[in-house]
C-alpha cells in the first residue's frame, strides 16, 4: 500500500499531510527515512515521525464556532458567506483564557463536516487532518445531537421509522436515536451526515423542520459559546 494512505489510515495524519512529511524527509519506514512519493510499504510496517513533524502537527488549531443561520459550511454560495469568515480576534470567545487569534490560523482551515445554511449550532474546523478525518471519515464512529423544532403530523409508525428503516437515496440509512424533547422538538442522535439528512427524514414521517440546532459532536459540546462566537479546542477535550 502506499505510504500515504497507510498513515490515514491508521489516524496518523491526513494524506495531504503526509505527502507533505515524505517530502520534507519528516517521515521514518521502520528506522529508515523515506522522503520519495509514492513509495509503497508494508502495511504492517513502523511507521514515525520526525520531531519536525510532531511540532508542525502540534500547531495546527481546531476551532469551534456557533454558526448562525445564513452562513454556509463548506464552498461559499453566491450571496452567502462561509462560515470562516466569522473566525477573527473580535469574537473570540476565550481570548482572555486560551492563545489569541492570529491570521496565519486561517490558512488551510477548513470544516469538518457540513451544517446546512439555515441550520445553526456546533461547526467544527481544523488545520488537523487527524481530526478531519476522525469526524468525516468513511468509517467515522464519532456521534452528532442536534435538537429539531418541527411542524405537522408525525405518522403512526414515524418516531420507530426515524429511530431505524428510513432510507435516502436508495441507501439505509444508519441507526439513529430519535426522542421527543418537548411536543414540538425531537432530539437527533446521528453517526452520519447525509446531505439535509434529519430535514429529509422528517419530511418523510410528516414533520416539517422549522428550526435545527446541533449542540454536541462526540465529546465536544456547543455549551455556552454564544451564537457568532467561536473558541479553541481545548487540551481536556475530545471527540
Not at 510532531?54 to 452562513?71: A, E
Not at 431505524?164 to 430519535?178: F, I, S, T, W
Not at 422538538?185 to 439535509?196: H, M
Request: glycine share 10%.
Amino acid at each position: 500500500m502506499r505510504l500515504s494512505k497507510v498513515m490515514a489510515e491508521r489516524g496518523i495524519c491526513s494524506r495531504r499531510e503526509a505527502d507533505e512529511f515524505i517530502e520534507r524527509g519528516w517521515v521514518f519506514v521502520d528506522g529508515k527515512r523515506v522522503a520519495e512519493l509514492g513509495v509503497r510499504i508494508d502495511p504492517q510496517a513502523r511507521i514515525t515521525l520526525a520531531p519536525e513533524a510532531t511540532r508542525t502537527q502540534q500547531q495546527r488549531v481546531t476551532i469551534l464556532l456557533h454558526k448562525p443561520v445564513g452562513y454556509v459550511s463548506g464552498q461559499p454560495e453566491p450571496g452567502y458567506a462561509p462560515a470562516v469568515s466569522l473566525i477573527g480576534a473580535d469574537n473570540q470567545f476565550d481570548r482572555d483564557r486560551a492563545q489569541r487569534f492570529h491570521p496565519s490560523q486561517l490558512k488551510n482551515l477548513a470544516p469538518a463536516g457540513r451544517l446546512d445554511i439555515d441550520s445553526t449550532g456546533l461547526l467544527v474546523l481544523t488545520q488537523d487532518g487527524r481530526i478531519a478525518r476522525q469526524l468525516i471519515g468513511e468509517h467515522s464512529e464519532v456521534d452528532k445531537e442536534y435538537l429539531v423544532r418541527v411542524e405537522g403530523d408525525l405518522a403512526a409508525d414515524g418516531l420507530a421509522r426515524l429511530n431505524h428503516g428510513l432510507e435516502l437515496d436508495g441507501r439505509r440509512l444508519r441507526p439513529a436515536k430519535v426522542e421527543w424533547v418537548n411536543d414540538d422538538q425531537l432530539r437527533f442522535v446521528l453517526r452520519e451526515g447525509r446531505k439535509r439528512q434529519i430535514r429529509r427524514m422528517c419530511e418523510l414521517v410528516g414533520l416539517t423542520v422549522v428550526g435545527l440546532k446541533r449542540v454536541r459532536i462526540g465529546g465536544v459540546k456547543l455549551g455556552d459559546l454564544p451564537l457568532g462566537q467561536w473558541r479553541f479546542l481545548r487540551d481536556d477535550e475530545q471527540f
